[in-house]
């Protein structure tokens, strides 16, 4: 098992910034991604940003690219997701979430553990 705990949400003017953390603990030595999603009021949830935990290697969704940054610390069991030039549309809980099995780090089915979720809202 692996527990997820996520931290940093809260509100921000358009154009502004936030960092978000994932704390990760229990049974961590097999995971091959870490990654964020969101979920908007009245849409699903979708594929953010996603980090290979054993190499480093980031992946994003397109709305993101340039404005967002992944980043892990696998010393700490942490994950990082900094948000540059927020937008209202970027407005959502943001979850992250752990995969301990192999195919693409886009995919949100194939992830195992998930955090509780933290809001981000971002005014216009």
């Known amino acids: 098992q692996v527990q997820l705990v996520e931290s940093g949400g809260g509100l921000v003017q358009a154009g502004g910034s936030l960092r978000l953390s994932c704390a990760a603990s229990?049974?961590?030595?097999?995971?091959?991604?870490m990654g964020w999603f969101r979920q908007a009021p009245g849409k699903e949830r979708e594929f953010v940003a996603a980090?290979?935990?054993?190499?480093?290697?980031?992946y994003y969704a397109d709305s993101v690219k340039g404005r967002f940054t992944i980043s892990r610390d696998s010393a700490k069991n942490t994950m990082y997701l900094q948000m540059n030039s927020l937008k209202p549309e970027d407005t959502a809980v943001y979850y992250c979430?752990?995969?301990?099995?192999?195919?693409?780090?886009?995919?949100?089915?194939?992830?195992?553990?998930w955090g509780q979720g933290t809001q981000v809202t971002v005014s216009s």
């Open positions: 980090v290979s935990w054993p190499t480093g290697i980031p």
């Open positions: 229990g049974r961590t030595f097999s995971t091959y991604y």
């Open positions: 979430a752990a995969k301990q099995r192999s195919g693409s780090p886009r995919l949100m089915d194939l992830y195992d553990y």
